[in-house]
């Protein structure tokens, strides 16, 4: 029935700066754009080209205009097999990041975007 995660929606204040910053800080690869309308596009990132998860930056007033209660932000928790070296690479690229959890179940640390919304990547080993 369900075999893979396909999409994930980020609502975001700015679609392009939203994709500068998956792009450009956070090293994702653009999937997928295309203009919905005058003020937003449909726009796919994710961590590279051969992974068919990807995330959605979409327009927040858009959706708000459309579904307001769909506005709530998801946790999102990444994986990541070089946990120190993605924590000083994203602190390198100007990402706010929290302390390094080190939990008995993971390594992880939390991460925000251009518009404060919080994101965790984890250790996977």
Known sequence: MINKIGKITVYVEDQQQAKD????????????????GPN??????????SEF?????YSKSAM??????AVA???L??????IEAAYEKMKQNEV????????????????YDQDGNEYLLREDK
């Open 64 to 69: 708000e205009q459309q579904k307001p209660s």
């Open 40 to 49: 937003a596009s449909w726009i796919e990132v994710g961590p590279s080209e």
């Open 21 to 36: 910053f998956w792009l450009n800080k956070v090293g994702f690869v653009l999937k997928f754009e295309k203009q919905m």
């Open 96 to 111: 706010k990041v929290g302390e390094m959890l080190r939990m008995p179940f993971g390594t992880m640390f939390p991460f």
């Open 73 to 75: 932000h998801p946790t």
């Open 77 to 82: 928790l990444f994986s990541t097999t070089d």
């Open 53 to 57: 998860t990807t995330l959605v930056l």
